[in-house]
């Protein structure tokens, strides 16, 4: 399994982001997969997990202004980043089953 995340950048907060991750997964459909994030000196923290039939679950910090959603056909899982605050600069990371992706770096500071 590979994974490629994409999407990280510089924002000013109160703005918005959409990280993508590629799956090269053959039973994507079938396994959990997940966001998780990383700031130096921290653990990494899971954001939001997606079950194969899109139930998803979110960290409190992250409710209410985070979507995670999955294209099973497409092998894509993505995270929508709306109201972003300087707490979420991170390094994010996708998850797959038990494979991570490389991570992506989100900044937002003003």
């Known amino acids: 399994v590979q994974l490629q995340a994409s999407g990280g950048g510089s924002v000013q907060p109160g703005r918005s982001l959409k990280l993508s991750c590629s799956a090269s997964a053959s039973r994507f459909q079938f396994v959990f997969a997940g966001w998780y994030r990383q700031t130096p000196g921290n653990q990494r923290e899971i954001v939001a997990q997606?079950?194969?039939?899109?139930?998803?679950t979110y960290a409190n910090s992250v409710k209410g202004r985070f979507t995670v959603s999955r294209d099973n056909a497409k092998k894509m899982l993505y995270l929508q980043m709306d109201s972003l605050n300087e707490k979420d600069t991170a390094v994010y990371y996708c998850?797959?089953?038990?494979?991570w992706g490389q991570g992506t770096l989100v900044t937002v500071s003003s």
């Open positions: 997606i079950t194969p039939d899109g139930v998803a």
């Open positions: 998850k797959v089953a038990a494979t």
